[in-house]
């Protein structure tokens, strides 16, 4: 199946820095990416959909000025945590898809954010 | 809203047993349904699917038949294997993709 990378795969930072956590697709454009969050032993949250050269929508409850998606390419997408807070810490995983018939979503390999 | 519904685990079998996960799915439109996978230390794959109802998705043993009548989407494995151990998700998608909450599954020897 296709690959998408996510970059970097663990960080620590700490409170009131921001971060970027990459989303690449390897080998086919993702027209579409998702972002979530999960939180331990629960599942995936959808946070934001974003569309290649559009702004992102976000779900109910998830703050767009916290959580700044940009999907400026169809093989790169990107979430920035601004002003991390250790609420902040969990697993954040990107998928990439492209709509058509037989969708199908491919998803990194997740990124764990620990703030201190 | 769109949402997805299944089981609670963990699911605990012993290997060759029977496995059905249930899942329920409540959508506007005509979602897509699908399985994923998440295997220890792994990210998430997809393990089937099925675009419109009455649709079989089937991969590694492993079933599931879009219902239309029931929004259903359970999965179903006639003999699991150690290997089958995992975290199983049910998913659907019509503008975005929204998952269950996840199911364990512990196959044992």
Same mark, same amino acid.
């Given at each position: 199946?296709?690959?998408?990378?996510?970059?970097?795969?663990?960080?620590?930072?700490?409170?009131?820095?921001?971060?970027?956590?990459?989303?690449?697709?390897?080998?086919?454009?993702?027209?579409?990416?998702?972002?979530?969050?999960?939180?331990?032993?629960?599942?995936?949250?959808?946070?934001?959909?974003?569309?290649?050269?559009?702004?992102?929508?976000?779900?109910?409850?998830?703050?767009?000025?916290?959580?700044?998606?940009?999907?400026?390419?169809?093989?790169?997408?990107?979430?920035?945590?601004?002003?991390?807070?250790?609420?902040?810490?969990?697993?954040?995983?990107?998928?990439?898809?492209?709509?058509?018939?037989?969708?199908?979503?491919?998803?990194?390999?997740?990124?764990?954010?620990?703030?201190? | 809203?769109?949402?997805?519904?299944?089981?609670?685990?963990?699911?605990?079998?012993?290997?060759?047993?029977?496995?059905?996960?249930?899942?329920?799915?409540?959508?506007?439109?005509?979602?897509?349904?699908?399985?994923?996978?998440? =295997?220890?230390? @792994?990210?998430?794959?997809?393990? !089937?699917?099925?675009?419109?109802?009455?649709?079989?998705? +089937?991969?590694?043993? &492993?079933?599931?038949? =879009?219902?239309? @009548?029931?929004?259903?989407?359970? !999965?179903?494995?006639?003999?699991?294997?150690?290997?089958? +151990?995992?975290?199983? &998700?049910?998913?659907?998608?019509?503008?975005?993709?929204?998952?269950?909450?996840?199911?364990?599954?512990?196959?044992?020897?």
């Amino acid at each position: 199946g296709a690959v998408v990378s996510q970059h970097p795969s663990w960080v620590i930072c700490k409170s009131g820095t921001s971060v970027k956590i990459e989303c690449r697709s390897l080998d086919f454009q993702a027209t579409t990416m998702f972002w979530y969050r999960q939180f331990p032993k629960q599942s995936l949250m959808l946070m934001a959909t974003s569309n290649e050269g559009s702004k992102a929508t976000y779900e109910q409850g998830v703050e767009k000025d916290k959580f700044l998606i940009n999907h400026a390419s169809l093989t790169l997408s990107t979430l920035t945590v601004t002003s991390a807070h250790p609420e902040d810490s969990s697993f954040y995983i990107c998928s990439g898809a492209t709509w058509g018939a037989g969708t199908e979503a491919f998803f990194g390999q997740g990124t764990r954010l620990t703030v201190v | 809203g769109d949402s997805v519904t299944q089981m609670e685990g963990p699911v605990t079998l012993s290997e060759e047993a029977f496995l059905t996960i249930n899942c329920t799915y409540t959508a506007t439109g005509y979602p897509s349904l699908f399985w994923y996978v998440q =295997y220890p230390g @792994e990210g998430l794959q997809l393990l !089937l699917k099925a675009t419109k109802a009455d649709d079989k998705g +089937s991969n590694k043993g &492993f079933e599931a038949t =879009y219902r239309k @009548e029931t929004t259903s989407f359970h !999965l179903e494995k006639g003999s699991v294997q150690v290997s089958d +151990s995992a975290v199983y &998700f049910c998913a659907l998608c019509t503008d975005k993709l929204i998952f269950g909450t996840g199911t364990r599954l512990q196959v044992f020897p």
